[in-house]
């Protein structure tokens, strides 16, 4: 049984440009939260979708954006890329929200 | 809004020796606590989690924590532990029974010597 899949594991992108990372959620999970990780700091909520809907969305500006599809998989994409955005960003699914947790072993974003 | 604090940014202990990782939270309600182990390059691995009920939580790999209210205190605990144990570990606060926004401490790396 897959738990969550994330793609893809690494990646640079220039300053100014765009980028869309990718969520499959483990079997059975609706839900999906996204979280950013700079070096050296915990992670920091971004949004949650459920029901392909945003639920939640913690202190990140409009450039970062995302969609859940029908099947639960979950896109984050983030517009106008800053040198600040280069961080691990890491997807956690659940059923329902509730506690259950399973992250991914996340995206690295390096942006030059 | 909520916040978490680990007072030590790294800890060294000997193999076999016993492990405390300290975690203050600042909440206005009932606090939903999380402890998670994240080893290089990888994602989060939820070790134990608190809700409510018995104050001492007993988490996966020999791992425990004793949630005090008075002192807003999650502390991790192990009685002996393995080099296998070497990683970062992160304290979260939950909102709701929404673990899926958490705001987390900064971790605190654990090395293990031998």
């Known amino acids: 049984d897959a738990g969550v899949t994330q793609s893809p594991t690494h990646l640079i992108k220039t300053r100014g440009q765009q980028v869309t990372l990718r969520c499959s959620p483990k079997s059975g999970h609706d839900t999906v939260s996204w979280y950013q990780q700079a070096l050296g700091q915990g992670p920091q909520f971004i949004f949650q979708?459920?029901?392909?809907?945003?639920?939640q969305r913690g202190n990140f500006p409009d450039r970062f954006s995302g969609h859940q599809f029908p099947n639960y998989s979950s896109e984050l994409n983030v517009n106008a890329l800053l040198l600040g955005d280069s961080a691990l960003y890491l997807c956690?699914?659940?059923?329902?929200?509730?506690?259950?947790?399973?992250f991914g072993s996340g995206t690295r974003l390096t942006v030059v | 809004a909520q916040s978490v604090t680990q007072p030590d940014i790294h800890i060294t202990v000997s193999e076999g020796a016993s492990l405390e990782l300290r975690c203050n939270y600042s909440?206005?309600?009932?606090?939903?606590l999380f402890w998670y182990v994240q080893s290089p390059g990888q994602g989060l691995q939820l070790l134990l989690k608190?809700?409510?009920?018995?104050?001492l939580v007993q988490g996966i790999k020999g791992f425990e924590a004793e949630f005090k209210r008075s002192q807003s205190s999650f502390n991790l605990r192990k009685p002996s532990v393995h080099w296998s144990d070497a990683a970062e570990y992160f304290c979260?606060?939950?909102?709701?029974?929404?673990?899926?926004?958490?705001?987390f401490g900064d971790g605190t790396t654990l090395t293990v010597k031998p």
């Open positions: 956690a699914s659940s059923l329902g929200g509730g506690h259950g947790y399973t």
């Open positions: 608190y809700f409510s009920g018995d104050t």
């Open positions: 979708y459920y029901e392909e809907e945003e639920r």
């Open positions: 979260a606060v939950g909102v709701g029974t929404n673990a899926g926004k958490s705001t």
């Open positions: 909440y206005g309600a009932t606090p939903y």
